[in-house]
């Protein structure tokens, strides 16, 4: 997570609230997989600059939202998870190489 941005969230939480914080993370995540399937739907050598340039925003803002749900719901759990996801996901790579 930005910590730079934390205040900024603490903030959100105050103002809004935390179900009202969730929701907006499931609304940006929502608006990327339609910008990602206009991606597919085009393909990549039609997706135009401005479609490339919609998939750079909804990205930001759900990095944003993200940082926000491990506020939320605790980073350090998070990256606990996170990180035993990693070792995991380099087992499978390594063992499909080795194939």
């Known amino acids: 997570m930005e910590k ?9 939480i105050e103002t809004w609230g935390i ?12 608006e990327l997989t339609k910008e990602l399937m206009k991606y597919y739907r085009y393909g990549e050598m039609n997706c135009s ?32 998870v996170r990180e035993k996801k990693m070792e995991r996901l380099n087992k499978r790579l390594n063992e499909e190489q080795t194939l």
């Open 4 to 12: 730079k941005y934390l205040e900024t969230y603490n903030k959100c």
């Open 19 to 30: 179900d009202s914080e969730i929701r907006l993370c499931v609304e940006e995540m929502s």
């Open 49 to 80: 600059k401005e479609l490339k340039d919609h998939i750079i925003e909804e990205i930001a803002d759900v990095q944003n939202t993200v940082d926000q749900m491990q506020n939320i719901f605790g980073e350090e759990a998070v990256n606990e």
